[in-house]
């Protein structure tokens, strides 16, 4: 990186970090610490609520998704607006009405504390795991890309996270968020601008559009339905809608950001604006990864984006086979070039004969290509066993690096920084709260004045280095960080299922909504080993196990007066 | 929903609000089927 790359970089993180400070400034009871003073507009509730779910390997995978898959991950986001507006009409006026701090507070005045302790310690240990490799992950990808040590990686975001997360509580966390968003998207808008500019001057947008579509990259919708197909319209709206209910609805990195509003109208807002900018977001990130494929088909990509794996392939046996196939891979792509100039010239002659011959020619061309690709996939996977071959995570920071302009390759990494950082302080936020509200406030007791932002601080600053530990022992964990990935559907239908059941299943009294989630996380997990269902159905599983069950043990419970004051329906 | 609660500052209910989200989400399900047709 140049001077003015680092001069970028550590101004934009500096400005995230004092900004936090300067604005978290001046909690001096715990609810003022846990609930940012309550006092958040609608605005900054939103930009709360996208950057926590924003991670820095989001926006570092996102773009490789399209490059190597196409567009369709975008139809993962289709749930979230519906589950925005279930969550408007039903959750948001109930936590609102009931004043609580964290989600888990309602399930005790509606069931009993057992219940809520399974569901606070259920997320902490879900949310607790993942925070680690929220840093973890983009931490690898600089390091590999960049030469940078992964343990001083780590460090960096850890730290500056926690100078402000842990000193200024939520509301230092949704001002540094906001900032971190105006980084973020201005990186991302630049680098899609300057990606478009730096194409062939012959080749128009409408062109590379065409190149990316007629390469099978612009298949965003897919109806075609398959429960074992991670990504079709089917899953986005069903599988994604349960996902999204619960990580929304019963998340507390995510509740926590809305109920700081100001009232339920500023949450809701908040919460509905993410609704109505995540999809289009996705969107263009999706865009501009089809972009940098487009900008390859005119420019020589590796074989390989990520260089760590390669360099155990040629340093073992296979080290001439992989060089021999990168030579044929090199001598195909120079090909495949000439048939996507050959392409975009037939598009401007406007003959369809001509355009329908340049583009088979294009696709077979692809076609043998991605068949030289495989082969050194397979020496790949040879060489580095139990890892699984991809490079899908470091193709846009590869191409950020080697092809976009001094300054803005500073910004983009800001970006990647940000995004790491904005995931990371919502959730250990979100823990630190959880531990203080669920667990010591519950089972201690305590004032909510100066000593309980004290307790806040020292969870959230434990949470903080459990997350840094985490991902530190996460470089040894191999193939099971895809098992940790997936965490979340573990447990968000449990969740998600004891809240619907307290809503909606009036019957159901404490102990039995509580063996009910016990059993049907049983089931969610076995349904994980034994079978091969997507990962999204099991958000949909796992609640709807919960709440039959709980329906169904509800017949052999204690006949008993509904409690007062239950959530009304 | 209460009777007392106040309206969103825009669109003068919370159910043209809602359809508004839901219409956004159904709108660009179309543009983007139509976007793939389009370029594929």
């Known amino acids: ?569 | 929903m209460p009777m007392t609660e106040p309206a969103p500052p825009l669109l003068g209910s919370w159910k043209r609000l809602y359809a508004l989200v839901l219409g956004e989400l159904l709108l660009c399900i179309l543009l983007f089927r139509l976007f793939s047709w389009a370029f594929s």
């Open chain 1, 1 to 569: 990186m140049s001077r003015l790359d680092w001069f970028v970089l550590a101004s934009a993180l500096l400005f995230v970090v004092l900004w936090g400070l300067w604005k978290g400034r001046g909690a001096t009871t715990g609810e003022g610490y846990i609930g940012g003073g309550r006092d958040h507009r609608w605005w900054l509730i939103g930009l709360s609520i996208i950057a926590t779910q924003t991670s820095a390997i989001t926006f570092l995978s996102t773009p490789g998704q399209a490059y190597v898959d196409g567009m369709r991950f975008v139809q993962f986001y289709f749930g979230l607006p519906l589950a925005a507006v279930v969550l408007s009409v039903t959750l948001l006026p109930l936590y609102h009405r009931l004043k609580v701090s964290t989600a888990y507070e309602l399930l005790e005045a509606r069931f009993d504390l057992k219940t809520r302790l399974l569901a606070a310690i259920l997320f902490l240990i879900q949310r607790g795991l993942a925070v680690g490799l929220t840093i973890f992950a983009p931490a690898l990808v600089l390091s590999v890309l960049l030469g940078w040590s992964l343990h001083v990686n780590i460090l960096i975001v850890g730290v500056l996270v926690m100078i402000y997360t842990v000193t200024g509580g939520t509301k230092a966390v949704a001002w540094a968020h906001s900032s971190q968003m105006v980084i973020i998207a201005c990186g991302m808008l630049l680098a899609g601008v300057m990606t478009a500019h730096r194409l062939p001057a012959e080749v128009s947008f409408g062109d590379a559009l065409h190149v990316a579509g007629g390469l099978g990259r612009l298949n965003v919708i897919d109806t075609h339905f398959d429960p074992n197909n991670r990504y079709n319209l089917w899953s986005g709206l069903i599988g994604g809608f349960f996902l999204m209910l619960s990580y929304f609805g019963t998340d507390q990195s995510q509740v926590q950001r809305y109920l700081a509003g100001s009232d339920l109208t500023q949450s809701r807002l908040g919460l509905l604006m993410n609704a109505m900018i995540k999809v289009p977001m996705q969107f263009l990130i999706l865009l501009l990864g089809a972009l940098v494929f487009v900008f390859y088909q005119f420019h020589a990509p590796p074989l390989f984006f990520n260089p760590g794996p390669v360099k155990q392939v040629l340093a073992g046996p296979d080290a001439a086979a992989y060089r021999a196939t990168e030579a044929k891979f090199a001598q195909a792509r120079t090909s495949q070039s000439r048939k996507a100039e050959a392409y975009v010239s037939a598009r401007h002659s406007g003959d369809a004969a001509s355009i329908a011959a340049a583009k088979h020619q294009l696709s077979q061309s692809h076609a043998e290509s991605e068949a030289i690709r495989r082969e050194g996939l397979a020496l790949i996977e040879k060489a580095n066993p139990g890892t699984n071959p991809s490079d899908t995570n470091y193709i846009f920071l590869a191409y950020v690096l080697s092809s976009l302009p001094v300054g803005l390759v500073g910004l983009v990494i800001a970006a990647v920084f940000s995004g790491s950082m904005s995931s990371m302080s919502g959730e250990i936020s979100a823990l630190g709260a959880t531990t203080v509200v669920d667990l010591w406030r519950r089972l201690v007791g305590g004032s909510q004045g100066q000593r309980e932002v004290w307790v806040g601080r020292i969870a959230t600053f434990a949470w903080g280095c459990f997350a840094m530990a985490f991902a530190e022992y996460a470089a040894r964990l191999g193939s099971l960080i895809e098992a940790v990935n997936i965490l979340g559907s573990l447990f968000y239908g449990t969740i998600l299922g004891i809240f619907i059941t307290a809503f909606y299943v009036k019957r159901v009294r404490g102990g039995t909504a509580f063996y009910a989630a016990l059993v049907a996380e049983v089931g969610v997990l076995a349904c994980f080993k034994f079978t091969a269902i997507s990962f999204l159905w099991y958000n949909l599983i796992g609640c709807a196990a919960v709440v039959l069950l709980a329906w169904a043990f509800s017949f052999f419970q204690p006949r008993q007066a509904l409690p007062e004051g239950e959530p009304a329906t």
